[in-house]
């Protein structure tokens, strides 16, 4: 079966970096393009990057351009998003996605921005 397993996230300074992991596994993952989504506490979930099957095309949230990078390896079945100059607005509990007929996605990681 389909399963979305996140990892990376944590407890950072303001201005730090985090590197979040989606292992993926149950379907070709080098065939959909895949989103991470964030929900803050009382807000809703949100899309802040998505990325095409094979890599080549990448989207952002105004929120994060310039500081979050995502990218993937086909080879690995692993999704990623570089975090860099976190901001406490950026707390949230960080879920992957991927998209098709029936929409799957991860238990989520907690990043948690503060000083």
């Known amino acids: 079966q389909v399963q979305l397993v996140e990892s990376g996230g944590g407890l950072v300074q303001p201005g730090r970096s985090l590197r979040l992991s989606c292992a993926a596994s149950?379907?070709?993952?080098?065939?959909?393009?895949m989103t991470w989504y964030r929900q803050a506490p009382g807000r809703e979930r949100e899309l802040v990057a998505s990325?095409?099957?094979?890599?080549?095309?990448?989207g952002y949230a105004d929120s994060v351009k310039g500081r979050f990078t995502i990218s993937r390896d086909n080879a690995k079945n692993t999704l990623y998003l570089q975090m860099n100059n976190l901001k406490p607005e950026d707390t949230a509990v960080y879920y992957c996605?991927?998209?098709?007929?029936?929409?799957?996605w991860g238990q989520g990681t907690q990043v948690t921005v503060s000083s």
């Open positions: 996605r991927r998209p098709g007929l029936t929409i799957y």
């Open positions: 149950g379907f070709t993952f080098s065939s959909y393009s």
């Open positions: 990325i095409s099957s094979g890599g080549g095309s990448t």
